[in-house]
């Protein structure tokens, strides 16, 4: 990889980085492409040719990690890629551009309007002192300005948006465009929505823990297992006292299996047992069925055995 730039003195040289970089890039970055972007910005100053074997190796990363990184600077367009190797982009200038040049699905006159409305502008304020101490990129207002149109988030749920990323430690957009998505799709848009949503997934985490508990599961459960317990919470409406006596049937099995939990409360869904009670008696029928069933078999078994020793005897007259 060549690296093309001025020729500098190394000895009275310094490596620049412009303050947006910590504001834009540098949050949603792992740490090994950061090392590999800021040794690639001090080796552009040299005009100099570097393979990506000898980045491996002086920057102790493993060579695919070097590669990833090289990848991920170039999809963010820090990177261009030319006939005669890498050149890096102007950060300031791309932000420059983004400012100026809108997100087409934002009109200009919504930018506008989102602007001068003062309680947006008060959340921006907010957003900006509380999560980003001051330093803001004038780009993040715009994007809250999208957000606000695209979700219709309310003031609360905007900022709760951010206390959120923030407190994951996921303060990037990638990660707050996905949690913004999410929150979307769950139709929330006032902060008393944002509260339910809270509320009812804390319900699904206690709950999870206790089946993972009740079935003596080492691995955590996937997001499969959660659609299905979603599944028997929201749409069938049971607790934790009728999903434990499906759990006590599946601790027969061989292999604990969610599949087989799902057809018990579902099949008991359908015939509308809703009451622990229910539930219950109904197990307590198909027991006496049962019952009944091997009684006529043995019977039958017996009768059939008879028959056979009265022809046995008459064959011994």
């Excluded at 407190?167 to 769950?186: C, F, M, P, S």
């Excluded at 089946?211 to 959660?226: F, G, H, M, P, V």
């Excluded at 622990?276 to 049962?290: A, I």
Aim: charged share 25%.
């Amino acid at each position: 990889m060549k690296l093309m730039s001025n020729d500098k003195s190394f000895l009275f040289s310094s490596t620049e980085i412009p303050d947006v970089f910590f504001t834009e890039y540098l949050p949603g970055a792992k740490s090994e492409f950061v090392k590999v972007y800021f040794y690639i910005l001090f080796l552009s100053k040299y005009n100099t040719e570097i393979k990506i074997n000898d980045l491996s190796k002086t920057l102790g990363l493993d060579f695919p990690i070097v590669q990833d990184a090289i990848k991920y600077w170039e999809d963010c367009g820090l990177f261009i890629k030319n006939p005669n190797g890498y050149s890096l982009a102007n950060i300031q200038e791309i932000e420059l551009n983004k400012l100026y040049h809108p997100k087409v699905t934002l009109s200009p006159e919504t930018i506008e309007k989102n602007a001068q409305n003062q309680y947006h502008a008060k959340v921006m304020e907010s957003i900006n002192s509380q999560f980003f101490s001051g330093t803001m990129s004038p780009s993040w207002y715009a994007d809250i300005d999208l957000w606000f149109e695209k979700y219709g988030f309310d003031e609360q749920v905007m900022l709760a948006l951010f206390s959120y990323a923030y407190d994951n430690r996921a303060l990037h957009r990638n990660y707050i465009q996905t949690v913004a998505e999410g929150w979307n799709k769950e139709h929330i848009k006032t902060y008393n929505d944002l509260d339910a949503y809270f509320e009812r997934r804390e319900k699904i985490n206690i709950l999870k823990k206790k089946i993972a508990k009740k079935l003596n599961l080492s691995r955590n459960l996937t997001a499969y297992d959660e659609e299905y317990i979603l599944k028997w919470t929201e749409n069938y409406q049971y607790n934790m006292d009728i999903i434990e006596i499906a759990l006590k049937k599946s601790s027969s099995k061989n292999s604990i299996s969610f599949e087989y939990i799902d057809k018990l409360l579902s099949d008991w869904h359908e015939k509308g047992l809703s009451t622990v009670n229910e539930v219950n008696t109904y197990l307590d029928s198909l027991k006496t069925k049962d019952k009944k069933i091997k009684q006529v078999k043995q019977l039958a078994f017996e009768y059939t055995q008879s028959t056979f020793d009265n022809w046995d005897a008459l064959y011994d007259n």
